[in-house]
């Protein structure tokens, strides 16, 4: 299946060169603001501007990463859906889900999340800040679960399409949400919007665990790693089981 996304890119050049300097747009966009919110202040949140800057090259990695292998593939799913499309996928001898969340890749993406690596370590370099190949690690497997976030709550959003057949109004609508987590999570007062957040729709943590593991190393890592591992677990199995209730309900498309 990645063979032939690639194929598929390839024989678009122009789109695919014009997709990753969308994205770059965006990504220096992002860094702009940071540029002037900094210019006025010394630290937002208890985040000083290069840790603000690490953060959203975490965000971008994360988001970029997700976006290559599950976004289109997911957000695509209430069209296989209301078409019956989703009956060839049920006819493969693999996972429906798995079929259903891998069928195209995006190499641009891919490009894209080193632009976040490169930001990551020159924010690094700028905090003075030399990583142990523990932090590394543990970096990695923090990024592993927020896209596994990402990809379970979209899912979720998207295997609502079973009962109301159109739901690319809240898969747009988690793709701004998702947005949430370039902020650090100490801007967002104690109350009811932090808690859902955090814990129904974890995005918060998404990027700040990772973030945090390599900008401050004298803070132990190992409790918002536990929380963002649950939280990844929990999202996972309570969408695979929505799905395997939601297919229960599918009729196909010849009845």
Avoid at 197 to 220: D, G, H, K, S
């Amino acid at each position: 299946m990645i063979r032939n996304s690639l194929i598929r890119e390839m024989n678009f050049k122009a789109n695919f060169l014009l997709w990753m300097v969308v994205e770059l747009l965006w990504f220096v966009g992002q860094i702009i603001f940071l540029e002037v919110l900094y210019g006025q202040v010394n630290s937002i949140g208890g985040w000083s501007k290069w840790e603000c800057v690490l953060l959203v090259g975490t965000h971008q990695i994360t988001a970029q990463i997700f976006q290559a292998f599950f976004y289109v593939n997911v957000a695509e799913l209430p069209e296989l859906i209301r078409t019956g499309r989703l009956d060839l996928m049920l006819l493969l001898p693999v996972d429906p889900q798995f079929a259903v969340s891998t069928r195209k890749f995006g190499m641009d993406n891919i490009v894209n999340a080193l632009v976040g690596v490169a930001i990551v370590i020159f924010s690094l370099a700028k905090l003075h800040v030399v990583p142990s190949l523990t932090q590394v690690a543990l970096y990695a497997v923090a990024v592993a679960f927020g896209v596994a976030i990402h990809y379970a709550v979209l899912f979720g959003l998207a295997t609502l399409a079973f009962w109301i057949v159109r739901a690319q109004g809240l898969i747009y609508g988690y793709f701004n949400v998702f947005n949430i987590a370039r902020y650090p999570d100490s801007v967002f007062p104690l109350g009811l919007f932090r808690m859902i957040f955090t814990y129904c729709i974890p995005v918060i943590i998404v990027a700040n665990v990772p973030a945090r593991t390599l900008a401050r190393a004298m803070e132990q890592p190992w409790t918002g790693l536990a929380q963002l591992a649950a939280a990844a677990i929990f999202v996972v199995a309570v969408t695979r089981g929505f799905w395997r209730f939601a297919l229960r309900r599918y009729s196909s498309a010849s009845s």
